[in-house]
């Protein structure tokens, strides 16, 4: 199963990766497989400023909803556009096109909350 080292994760399957002040967020391999084809993204907290572990969208899947939690406290300042019409993004390439949010950081200390690979493959027993 693919977790990439060069990213940080969240005990509820989200992945982050820091570029400066700007965190993008999507959810891991894991977490896509364990909902199966996802047929939908909701993201309604774009130019909202949401707190670490506040809910900022959901994910639907052909058989269930799940919620998506902030890993960090930040503006929400991007949506990736292209899950509206291909929302099979998420399953097909979690780490790469299929991203869901930026964030603009406002407490950067909370990084070290996050799960490096590492710990991650233990949470998921991988």
């Known amino acids: 199963m693919s977790i990439p080292a060069n990213l940080k994760y969240t005990k509820d399957h989200e992945w982050v990766s820091i570029e400066g002040n700007i965190a993008t967020v999507g959810i ?66 979690p780490y790469g096109e299929g991203w869901m949010i930026k964030i603009e950081l406002s407490d950067e200390s909370e990084l070290e909350s996050l799960l490096s690979a590492d710990d991650y493959k233990e949470l998921i027993g991988a």
């Open 28 to 93: 891991t391999n894991f977490a896509q497989s364990e909902l199966g084809d996802i047929v939908y993204v909701d993201v309604d907290t774009v130019d909202e400023t949401v707190s670490k572990d506040e809910v900022f969208g959901s994910v639907e899947a052909v058989k269930t909803v799940s919620d998506l939690f902030m890993p960090l406290s930040g503006e929400v300042i991007e949506f990736n556009e292209g899950l509206e019409d291909e929302p099979e993004k998420v399953n097909s390439d």
